[in-house]
């Protein structure tokens, strides 16, 4: 089972068909407006699909046929629409672009093969022809991993679209472990899995969209994480395509017998080889899944009680931990009434219990009644202890419902002339508070110093994400008004901002939305001359032609 790319926005987020949560004349506008210090909110859509042109393809008759032969007629598309779809990934910069109807960098064709054998022979045919290739699952992409680029021989492009490549293939409840084709969406894997009682447990903001193999290559994490563990510690085994042929990682509990390399295919970023199966770390479907929420005085009380919960070892399966503006801004954003008397008597409530701006911890606790029942009663001790205040079961449901619906309001913002980007890092214990600080001074002034009109400012909000007994992920919301004019520019500037100061900070370029392009940069300062060396040593290695994801990664 896989997704009607036509019933998909090329370019957006999600379904065609998708409700818009902010529609014209909801509260939420004029709170927005009034945010970023905007008199008027412009109407700035998106170009009509029928409105972009698109570069004439590259690939003329003779290479259609040829790939079409390997991989079937239907497996082979270069109409515009699916050169357009397959153009970029999701990020704000990418949506520039696309939203603009700017398409000179697309693909020449997008071929879907549906076995390893078929990305085998469409490798070769790469090879033989000069064809830069880029892997392609969900295309979820928010750091520019799945542009069509070609490489500095400017040589034709082809697309390979993963998603019919998209069964589990085995389930052992003996090992708990399943081997599944990379090309799955996340809602499949885990309505096939759970059909067996078991689950990988792997639920980024992108679950609906995102498939196996982007995870991998993104050495992305969920929200639950704490529990599930990221991408690089549930992958047990690899099934690649490279252009030497094909590589089968090792599949152990453990080793010793050298570098684990599944570690060097997680976050490989499809420039090594074309992951076509996986082996995966799998779970019980929990029996229990509880969520709630606590308040606290400030982000400083807070990150420390999440830090006694993972040195506690209490087994949770997510602490988020929002920062003073976030938790404003997401409770004022999300009520459709802009205030009323409610709002009013919470208000009163929080401040006389000494909480004038407070932080919004939710902690999500998975397993059998008996280990719920202790995390709970732990993490709740914890979360006293440190000067919460308990909020109950509500807050954490709210968020469980809605947990996948962030992207789903920057297609209206950008309508009305707002941009909305995020970006995350991780840094130790010690480090949390100054980072958080220094990286949210570090956007703020780059969005001041960039927006439109003067009087408009931005918004930048926080959270503590993921966490670990020795650090823990900072991740980034911004808001803005577009400067219309050179929006790229803007974008830019407040980019190299945050990523200058994330690095100068002590913290790494990426937590888990991976490097592609955005952050290719920052690389060698993070890894080091030697460390990018050797990666550049093992590109050469698996794709000497620089065949696979030109730009990516490396640069």
Same mark, same amino acid.
């Given at each position: 089972m896989t997704i009607d790319r036509q019933t998909l926005r090329w370019n957006g987020w999600g379904l065609v068909t998708q409700e818009n949560p902010y529609p014209?004349?909801?509260?939420?506008?004029?709170?927005?407006?009034?945010?970023?210090?905007?008199?008027?909110?412009?109407?700035?859509?998106a170009k009509r699909f029928t409105d972009i042109s698109l570069p004439k393809s590259r690939l003329d008759a003779e290479a259609i046929s040829r790939l079409k032969e390997i991989c079937g007629n239907n497996q082979v598309r270069d109409d515009d629409y699916e050169r357009a779809f397959h153009a970029r990934g999701k990020s704000y910069h990418d949506l520039l672009y696309v939203r603009a109807g700017k398409l000179e960098i697309a693909p020449d064709a997008a071929v879907y093969p549906r076995s390893p054998e078929e990305v085998e022979q469409v490798m070769t045919f790469c090879l033989k022809h000069k064809v830069a290739l880029v892997p392609f699952g969900g295309g979820s992409s928010?750091? #520019?991993?799945?542009?069509?680029?070609?490489? /500095?021989?400017? +040589? &034709? !492009?082809?697309?390979?679209?993963?998603?019919?490549?998209?069964?589990?293939?085995?389930?052992?409840k003996k090992s708990m472990t399943a081997t599944v084709q990379a090309g799955i969406y996340g809602p499949h894997l885990?309505?096939?899995?759970?059909?067996?009682?078991?689950?990988?447990?792997?639920?980024?903001?992108?679950?609906?969209?995102?498939?196996?193999?982007?995870?991998?290559?993104?050495?992305?994490?969920?929200?639950?994480?704490?529990?599930?563990?990221?991408?690089?510690?549930?992958?047990?085994?690899?099934?690649?395509?490279t252009p030497k042929g094909?590589?089968?990682?090792?599949?152990?509990?453990?080793?010793?017998?050298?570098?684990?390399?599944?570690?060097?295919?997680?976050?490989?970023?499809?420039?090594?080889g074309v992951i076509c199966e996986a082996t995966v770390k799998i779970h019980e479907v929990p029996q229990v899944k509880d969520y709630r #929420?606590?308040?606290?005085?400030?982000?400083? /009380?807070?990150? +420390? &009680? !999440?830090?006694?919960?993972?040195?506690?070892?209490?087994p949770v399966a997510m602490v988020r931990l929002s920062d003073a503006p976030e938790t404003f801004f997401f409770q004022a954003a999300g009520s459709s009434s802009g205030g009323g008397l409610k709002a009013k008597l919470q208000g009163a409530y929080l401040k006389m219990k000494g909480l004038d701006a407070p932080c919004l911890m939710l902690i999500g606790l998975e397993g059998d009644k008996e280990t719920v029942a202790y995390a709970r009663q732990r993490t709740a001790a914890i979360a006293q202890k440190h000067g919460a205040t308990a909020i109950g079961a509500s807050a954490g449901r709210k968020w469980f419902h809605g947990r996948f619906d962030g992207p789903h309001i920057r297609d209206p913002l950008m309508d009305r002339g707002i941009g909305v980007d995020t970006l995350e890092t991780s840094t130790h214990w010690a480090n949390i508070l100054p980072?958080?600080?220094?990286?949210?001074?570090?956007?703020?002034?780059?969005?001041?110093?960039?927006?439109?009109e003067t009087g408009q400012r931005g918004i930048v909000m926080g959270h503590i994400s993921h966490s670990y007994p020795d650090g823990a992920s900072l991740y980034f919301t911004y808001i803005f008004p577009r400067k219309l004019e050179d929006e790229a520019g803007q974008w830019l500037a407040i980019k190299r901002a945050a990523s200058d100061a994330i690095l100068e900070g002590g913290g790494t370029i990426s937590h888990h939305h991976g490097v592609g392009t955005d952050h290719a940069p920052w690389?060698?300062?993070?890894?080091?001359?030697?460390?990018?060396?050797?990666?550049?040593?093992?590109?050469?290695?698996?794709?000497?032609?620089?065949?696979?994801?030109?730009?990516?990664?490396l640069g």
């Amino acid at each position: 089972m896989t997704i009607d790319r036509q019933t998909l926005r090329w370019n957006g987020w999600g379904l065609v068909t998708q409700e818009n949560p902010y529609p014209d004349g909801a509260a939420q506008w004029i709170f927005i407006r009034d945010a970023l210090g905007m008199k008027e909110l412009p109407s700035t859509p998106a170009k009509r699909f029928t409105d972009i042109s698109l570069p004439k393809s590259r690939l003329d008759a003779e290479a259609i046929s040829r790939l079409k032969e390997i991989c079937g007629n239907n497996q082979v598309r270069d109409d515009d629409y699916e050169r357009a779809f397959h153009a970029r990934g999701k990020s704000y910069h990418d949506l520039l672009y696309v939203r603009a109807g700017k398409l000179e960098i697309a693909p020449d064709a997008a071929v879907y093969p549906r076995s390893p054998e078929e990305v085998e022979q469409v490798m070769t045919f790469c090879l033989k022809h000069k064809v830069a290739l880029v892997p392609f699952g969900g295309g979820s992409s928010v750091v #520019g991993g799945v542009t069509a680029e070609s490489g /500095s021989l400017e +040589r &034709a !492009v082809i697309t390979l679209d993963m998603t019919l490549m998209n069964r589990v293939l085995k389930i052992d409840k003996k090992s708990m472990t399943a081997t599944v084709q990379a090309g799955i969406y996340g809602p499949h894997l885990e309505k096939a899995l759970q059909e067996h009682g078991v689950t990988l447990g792997h639920y980024p903001q992108s679950f609906q969209f995102s498939t196996l193999g982007g995870w991998i290559a993104a050495r992305g994490a969920g929200q639950q994480s704490n529990r599930y563990g990221k991408a690089e510690k549930w992958l047990v085994a690899a099934k690649l395509v490279t252009p030497k042929g094909v590589w089968q990682t090792e599949d152990y509990p453990a080793s010793a017998a050298g570098p684990n390399m599944n570690q060097i295919v997680a976050g490989s970023e499809g420039t090594l080889g074309v992951i076509c199966e996986a082996t995966v770390k799998i779970h019980e479907v929990p029996q229990v899944k509880d969520y709630r #929420g606590y308040l606290f005085k400030d982000f400083k /009380s807070g990150a +420390r &009680a !999440v830090r006694a919960i993972n040195h506690a070892d209490v087994p949770v399966a997510m602490v988020r931990l929002s920062d003073a503006p976030e938790t404003f801004f997401f409770q004022a954003a999300g009520s459709s009434s802009g205030g009323g008397l409610k709002a009013k008597l919470q208000g009163a409530y929080l401040k006389m219990k000494g909480l004038d701006a407070p932080c919004l911890m939710l902690i999500g606790l998975e397993g059998d009644k008996e280990t719920v029942a202790y995390a709970r009663q732990r993490t709740a001790a914890i979360a006293q202890k440190h000067g919460a205040t308990a909020i109950g079961a509500s807050a954490g449901r709210k968020w469980f419902h809605g947990r996948f619906d962030g992207p789903h309001i920057r297609d209206p913002l950008m309508d009305r002339g707002i941009g909305v980007d995020t970006l995350e890092t991780s840094t130790h214990w010690a480090n949390i508070l100054p980072l958080h600080e220094k990286v949210s001074a570090a956007i703020t002034k780059a969005m001041t110093e960039n927006v439109p009109e003067t009087g408009q400012r931005g918004i930048v909000m926080g959270h503590i994400s993921h966490s670990y007994p020795d650090g823990a992920s900072l991740y980034f919301t911004y808001i803005f008004p577009r400067k219309l004019e050179d929006e790229a520019g803007q974008w830019l500037a407040i980019k190299r901002a945050a990523s200058d100061a994330i690095l100068e900070g002590g913290g790494t370029i990426s937590h888990h939305h991976g490097v592609g392009t955005d952050h290719a940069p920052w690389l060698v300062e993070e890894k080091g001359a030697r460390g990018v060396g050797a990666l550049q040593a093992l590109k050469k290695e698996f794709d000497p032609e620089g065949l696979l994801n030109p730009g990516k990664l490396l640069g």
